[in-house]
Antibody, heavy 121, light 107 residues
Framework: QVQLVQSGAEVKKPGASVKVSCKASGYTFTSYGISWVRQAPGQGLEWMGWISAYNGNTNYAQKLQGRVTMTTDTSTSTAYMELRSLRSDDTAVYYC??????????????WGRGTLVTVSS | EIVLTQSPGTLSLSPGERATLSCRASQSVSSSYLAWYQQKPGQAPRLLIYGASSRATGIPDRFSGSGSGTDFTLTISRLEPEDFAVYYCQQYGSSPTFGGGTKVEIK
């Protein structure tokens, strides 16, 4: 079954870091990239960045540059997103989504179910 | 950054009616790299349309997309009960952005 399975909900204090995982199955992991998208409570979708599972190239949203790191482990077909120096406005559901690598295929055709990250003192 | 503006914010319609959703970009979207997603409460978004007008796998043909340049439209020809949801447009260039969403609610 083609799917992305994300890690469970997290509660963090301001200033801490969080690392969310996204395990792919049912397709060739290195033939695609993984994008990360977050959604604050009651709000719209915000693209955070993406990583190529083929060669590890990354592209981060300018707003998050310096606070976010995306990595992959091809041996386990798992992608990771680490966000540091957490603030209350980082409270959101974090989604991973599959993205094509070839030009013209950069839409997000498969999504994980989301991971709720709550930042609270 | 390409800003996408969706209208209307909320669309109140009855099952069986036609829904027309608009997405306007602040600058031309290259090569029609425009997608539409559907999101229901508590669920992840689902890809409906890519390349402005191509339906994703398994998407019913009552969903259609059109447009180019800066103006794009998602049309649902006859609303089914399961179509009431929030719809987002997205440009998927090198730095993707999403519109603010249109909620299609039951009238």
């Amino acid at each position: 079954q083609v799917q992305l399975v994300q890690s469970g909900a997290e509660v963090k204090k301001p200033g801490a870091s969080v690392k969310v995982s996204c395990k792919a199955s049912g397709y060739t992991f290195t033939s695609y990239g993984i994008s990360w998208v977050r959604q604050a409570p009651g709000q719209g979708l915000e693209w955070m960045g993406w990583i190529s599972a083929y060669n590890g190239n990354t592209n981060y949203a300018q707003k998050l540059q310096g606070r976010v790191t995306m990595t992959t482990d091809t041996s386990t077909s798992t992608a990771y997103m680490e966000l540091r120096s957490l603030r209350s406005d980082d409270t959101a559901v974090y989604y991973c989504a599959r993205r094509g690598i070839l030009t013209g295929t950069w839409y997000f055709d498969l999504w994980g179910r989301g991971t709720l990250v709550t930042v609270s003192s | 950054e390409i800003v996408l503006t969706q209208s209307p914010g909320t669309l109140s319609l009855s099952p069986g009616e036609r829904a027309t959703l608009s997405c306007r970009a602040s600058q031309s979207v290259s090569s029609s790299y425009l997608a539409w997603y559907q999101q229901k409460p508590g669920q992840a978004p689902r890809l409906l349309i890519y390349g402005a007008s191509s339906r994703a796998t398994g998407i019913p043909d009552r969903f259609s997309g059109s447009g180019s340049g800066t103006d794009f439209t998602l049309t649902i020809s006859r609303l089914e009960p399961e179509d009431f949801a929030v719809y987002y447009c997205q440009q998927y260039g090198s730095s993707p952005t999403f519109g603010g969403g249109t909620k299609v609610e039951i009238k």
